[in-house]
């Protein structure tokens, strides 16, 4: 038995020896995994650098990162256009992954081993190495459609910014037509009372002196003044008021009492309250505690 043992024990060793030697070798893939995932986040991760850059780095350290560098090669198709690391050469021995924008194929990322190797999980190729091209393969597609969306969102955002400038630019032009309308109705109505004042207003007191009842003369002189006021405009384009409720609005917004325009239109204290009930009605302050006179004074 003893003599058993101890014929054992080389056997022992040898395998301790290469099941260390495994490990390591493990452990060394491993890290290279990890450097080649790090080495492409390092390179998407530059500002400013365009995906022509991203590819060509990508096909320069893969090669690094597979169990035989020294004779691994790699090359990234998107559409036509290939991007290969130094060297590159292409063989039968070969490992690939599709490359997709949005689940489309639009290209294929491959790598080769010039000389035969052993044959392992997938030909020469270890299985975590088809893990890691699948991601690569992966994370390339993703990057695309961040960088199609970002030229996208830039080129939106450029033509709204045009888009902008010009609505802004006709604002302004749109600004300037109404300051130029409001000043030509400024001088009309100017030019209107002017004529009225120098015109109009003789002929009605020559009108008057020749025995035309006074209060007609009134009547016509108030018109004529309503007819630009903003308060009569308001009412035109509020609401379907007749003739004698504007007169009686103007007359309301001056002060006067429901007998005093009665008296100055020749109509009973009872019309005039239907008049102000109506007018209520149409400028929707009914059963409102809001005083009629400071309502229209402030139109």
């Not at 260390?20 to 080649?36: G, P």
């Not at 975590?128 to 994370?139: G, H, M, P, S, Y």
């Not at 020749?210 to 308001?234: A, N, V, W």
Request: hydrophobic letters at 35%; charged letters at 30%.
């Amino acid at each position: 038995m003893k003599y058993e043992s101890e014929s054992m024990a080389p056997a022992r060793s040898s395998e301790m020896n290469r099941q260390h030697i495994q490990l390591r070798h493990d452990l060394q893939e491993r890290v290279k995994e990890l450097t080649c995932l790090y080495g492409f986040t390092r390179i998407i991760g530059r500002n400013g650098i365009s995906l022509p850059e991203i590819y060509q780095g990508l096909v320069d350290i893969i090669p690094l990162c597979w169990q035989y560098p020294e004779i691994a090669h790699s090359r990234l198709t998107i559409k036509d256009k290939a991007y290969t690391s130094e060297g590159f050469k292409e063989t039968g021995w070969k490992q690939s992954a599709p490359v997709r924008y949005f689940n489309n194929p639009i290209g294929v990322l491959e790598v080769f081993y010039t000389e035969k190797k052993p044959v392992l999980d997938e030909g020469p190729f270890l299985k975590e190495e088809r893990n890691l091209i699948n991601d690569l393969a992966d994370r390339t597609g993703r990057i695309i459609e961040k960088f199609v969306a970002e030229r996208k969102l830039r080129k939106v955002k450029k033509i709204l910014s045009k888009q902008k400038q010009k609505l802004e630019q006709k604002n302004i032009a749109l600004r300037e037509i109404i300051s130029q309308i409001a000043a030509e109705k400024y001088r009309t109505e100017e030019l209107y009372n002017n004529n009225m004042r120098k015109q109009l207003i003789p002929i009605l007191n020559e009108m008057e002196a020749s025995g035309m009842p006074g209060h007609f003369i009134r009547r016509i002189e108030q018109c004529l003044k309503d007819i630009t006021s903003p308060l009569y405009r308001h009412l035109e384009e509020a609401a379907v008021f007749s003739h004698r409720e504007r007169e009686i609005c103007g007359f309301i917004k001056k002060g006067m009492k429901n007998k005093e325009i009665a008296s100055q239109l020749n109509i009973s204290v009872s019309t005039v309250n239907n008049h102000r009930t109506n007018i209520r009605k149409k400028l929707n302050i009914t059963n409102k505690s809001m005083n009629l006179e400071s309502y229209l004074a402030n139109l």
